[in-house]
Nanobody, 123 residues
Framework: QVHLVESGGGLVQAGGSLRLSCIASGHSDDTSYWRGWSRQAPGKEREFVAAISWIGGVTHYGNSMKGRVTISKDAANGTIYLEMSDLKRRDTAVYYC???????????????WGQGTQVTVSS
């Protein structure tokens, strides 16, 4: 069972920056594939933000935050990061760390999800 734990959420002013972290644990080969971030704002559907392949570090971004986020990984400690900048009020959401054997899965409906971390952007 893969266990994903996010951290780094909080309250930030519009135009500010924030870095989210997600560490994975568990005994599954899934952790070797794709890791990513999705978000869900109140009253809205979940939305894909970014993904990275654990082997090779290939990245893929959704349209919602493209140009304002960077996903990266630290293989030594099993952690991925989401650097967010120029945050806007519409970025307020719960951000979830995800993991899946393939890119399609992590974009659409990942096999593994963290508990989520709240990001609130104030004006």
């Amino acid at each position: 069972q893969v266990h994903l734990v996010e951290s780094g959420g909080g309250l930030v002013q519009a135009g500010g920056s924030l870095r989210l972290s997600c560490i994975a644990s568990g005994h599954s080969d899934d952790t070797s594939y794709w890791r990513g971030w999705s978000r869900q704002a109140p009253g809205k559907e979940r939305e894909f933000v970014a993904a990275i392949s654990w082997i090779g570090g290939v990245t893929h971004y959704g349209n919602s935050m493209k140009g304002r986020v960077t996903i990266s990984k630290d293989a030594a400690n099993g952690t991925i990061y989401l650097e967010m900048s120029d945050l806007k009020r519409r970025d307020t959401a719960v951000y979830y760390c995800t993991a899946d054997p393939n890119l399609h899965g992590v974009v659409t409906d990942a096999r593994h999800w963290g508990q989520g971390t709240q990001v609130t952007v104030s004006s």
